[in-house]
């Protein structure tokens, strides 16, 4: 059972809420690099850890992330003028490039000096798999930015799904490494067949079990935790097993198991207490990864469609998140097209943060018992001063890696050796290997 004041421990990230500056101990998504796709382009707010941001790319192409209010009288720098390497605040004209050095100050006499002693609040910044990331943790403590499991090479294609929810991020979390709610909520896209192992086609992804009580295992992790959901097989039931195994990035992210043709992720970026940037992902060879539009269509995430312009749902409470009762009649579990909205339903009516304190858990909430049980441990010893889950020694190694596959009943997960999902054509995995120092 937790307790209201867990509850707050693990949600909160605002401020000096210790979660979020165990957070900020990590390199963090701030927006997408389609929202800036060119040099001298118009602005882009962000939000993050409660902190109102506002990314831009200059004209030498550098992209910079700065606190959104101008130093001078915290106007919006959102609307500011992207001109000659840097942003220029609309109301006195006070100019700031991408590392927060005051340029102009037109509003003051040139010989006053005052630009040399004003220094506008910006963050250490990289482009990396798709997204701009920042570093939000101590100035003078940035680390070397490391590819992340799910973009380990440039050469990875990485398409990218991003909806803003108004909810906390760990009940989106918690819904990623529930193995157990796929098998009712996602059974009309996730659908059972006689096949040798989860394959991915145009309109749905098919496994090879019907079992909606899977048996769980966890093994922690310096860097989280894996654990496995142990499905009876369609075929070969009596001899094998159908296992799904999961991995827990803390403190944010979530590798899926994979389908025959690409790998799955996830990461959850809080806005701030009951906002989240949710970014679901599709990864792997150019070859037989989806480009990003024909993944947002078949997630049903596509903006103009099923997104407003700043990647907000059209779906919602008030329409009944679009469900239609007369598919359901005719067979659809839901009536919610698209399986991560049908997720989306579900943390929504939740509330803005959930109230852990009414769950009642049983055996197949193994994973979700680790997850609280595991950051409320982390953030406890990150106030007493140790570092951050996940980080220097404790980063993930690139041996562990969600996957999928039906196994024999004497084989141990644990011990299963697998890799992401990439063609065996000869492609070299040197570069992957080599940035995390193997």
């Known amino acids: 059972m937790i307790t209201p004041e867990e509850n707050d421990l693990l949600c909160r990230v605002v401020g000096d809420a210790p979660m979020g500056q165990l957070m900020r101990r990590h390199w963090t998504p701030v927006c997408l690099t389609e929202e800036v796709p060119e040099a001298d382009g118009t602005p882009v707010k962000a939000r993050v850890f409660g902190e109102d941001l506002v990314v831009f790319r200059d004209s030498d192409g550098r992209v910079g992330v700065l606190d959104e209010k101008c130093p001078h009288r915290r106007a919006s720098l959102v609307y500011g003028r992207n001109e000659e390497g840097g942003l220029r605040c609309l109301y006195h004209g006070w100019k700031m490039d991408i590392e927060g050095t005051v340029l102009e100050m037109v509003s003051e006499p040139a010989a006053s000096g005052f630009a040399d ?3 506008h609040k910006a963050y250490p910044a990289k482009e990396w798999g798709g997204f701009v990331w920042a570093w939000f943790g101590p ?16 050469d990875a294609r990485v398409a990218i799904a991003k909806v803003l929810l108004p909810c906390n991020w ?12 796929s098998s009712s909520l996602h059974s009309s896209d996730m659908v059972p067949a006689r096949v040798d192992g989860a394959k991915a086609t145009a309109n749905n992804w098919l496994r090879p079990s019907t079992d909606k009580a899977p048996r769980m295992q966890v093994q922690k992790g310096g860097y989280g935790f894996r654990y496995a959901a142990i499905r009876r097989p369609i075929q070969n039931a009596a001899t ?14 979530v590798l899926i198991p994979p389908n025959n043709l690409y790998n799955v992720a996830n990461v959850n970026v809080p806005m701030d207490d009951t906002n989240t940037a949710f970014y679901f992902i599709a990864w792997g060879h150019p070859s037989q990864t989806p480009e990003t539009e024909t993944w947002r269509k078949f997630l049903r995430q596509t903006v103009g469609v099923d997104l407003d312009a700043d990647y907000r749902p059209l779906r919602n409470e008030a329409n009944r998140f679009w469900q239609d009762r007369q598919a359901m009649k005719a067979g659809n579990f839901t009536g919610i097209t698209g399986f991560p909205n049908q997720d989306v339903a579900m943390w929504l009516t939740m509330g803005p943060i959930a109230d852990r304190t009414h769950d009642r858990l ?35 190694p690139p041996s562990v890696c969600a996957y999928q596959a039906v196994v024999p009943k004497t084989t141990d997960w644990r011990a299963f050796e697998t890799r992401y ?12 290997e080599s940035s995390y120092n193997v």
């Open 117 to 119: 002693k004003v220094k």
């Open 139 to 154: 100035a003078d403590a940035v680390p070397a930015f490391v590819p992340p499991p799910w973009a380990p090479t440039e």
């Open 170 to 181: 760990a009940q989106i979390l918690e819904g990623a490494i529930d193995s157990a709610h």
């Open 421 to 432: 999902v990439w063609p065996g054509d000869g492609v070299d995995r040197s570069a992957y």
């Open 362 to 396: 049983g055996a197949s909430d193994l994973a979700i018992v680790e997850f609280r049980k595991q950051m409320l441990e982390a953030v406890r010893a990150f106030q007493a001063g140790a570092p951050a889950i996940g980080t220097g020694d404790d980063a993930i």
């Open 240 to 253: 094998h097993d159908y296992i799904r195994s999961t991995v827990f990035l803390a403190p944010i992210s």
